[in-house]
């Protein structure tokens, strides 16, 4: 079954204090992975994207990392910011067969300053 | 470049009420999709068009809701009649790539409906 799962449900951290979001999928076939941002109120935008070759990729404070042969992925996000108050979404594509966005169910990220 | 135009924001009906949300795509984008967004959980496609044909609606609740995408461009979302679980965010999503492919999904802001 093709499948995101996103850990931790949700987090408070510190402004200023380092974070890491999991994202583990069991879909196929892999085509990429983007990491969405979704302030609240407001609709998804993507952060970054992952192809099957790519380990890493930054984009600002955000870095997302890709294991494929463990169907891992993650976010970490550098020196936090009020702002960075967000949920988090892992989108995982497939190549073929329906459904080609399978999304997870995010993690709700809380900065206090 | 215009981002992707939903209206209304927000609706609140009661049950066995309709209501119709409106989804203006990037222009040239030719592929469009509505998701549904419950509190708490990630966007379930409702259905996928490219460009004014029906590519997915296997998840649309044919029963109570309708989708159309005229000439391509602009979609509508109906609900007849509500019920008090389809209150939930309905997001419009298009892409500039058929549907075959996996390009960026580019959201709107979303329409939240709560019944009551």
């Known amino acids: 079954k093709n499948q995101v799962e996103q850990s931790p449900q949700s987090l408070i951290i510190l402004e200023g204090k380092n974070c890491t979001l999991q994202c583990n999928y069991t879909v196929s076939p892999f085509s990429n992975l983007r990491w969405y941002k979704q302030d609240t109120g407001r609709g998804p935008v993507s952060l970054t994207i992952?192809?099957?070759?790519?380990n890493t990729k930054s984009n600002g404070r955000y870095t997302a990392t890709l294991d494929a042969d463990t169907k891992q992925s993650s976010l970490h996000i550098t020196a936090s910011q009020l702002s960075d108050s967000a949920s988090y979404i892992c989108v995982v594509s497939r190549t073929s067969g329906t459904y080609k966005y399978i999304f997870g169910t995010g993690t709700r990220l809380k900065v206090l300053a | 470049e215009a981002g992707v135009a939903q209206s209304p924001r927000y609706k609140i009906i009661e049950k066995r009420q309709s209501v119709a949300f409106w989804c203006n795509p990037i222009?040239?984008?030719?592929?469009l999709y509505w998701y549904q967004q419950i509190l708490g959980q990630g966007p379930k496609l409702l259905i996928q068009?490219?460009?004014?044909?029906?590519?997915?609606d296997s998840q649309l609740p044919k029963d109570r809701f309708s989708a159309e995408r005229l000439k391509g461009v602009d979609s509508t979302l109906k609900i007849q009649p509500a019920k008090l679980e389809d209150s939930a965010v309905y997001l419009c999503?298009?892409?500039?790539?058929?549907?075959?492919?996996?390009?960026?999904?580019?959201f709107g802001e979303g329409s939240r409906l709560t019944v009551l």
């Open positions: 222009s040239g984008h030719a592929t």
């Open positions: 068009f490219q460009n004014n044909g029906v590519v997915d």
């Open positions: 999503a298009s892409s500039p790539r058929g549907s075959a492919d996996t390009g960026e999904l580019f």
């Open positions: 992952m192809t099957f070759s790519e």
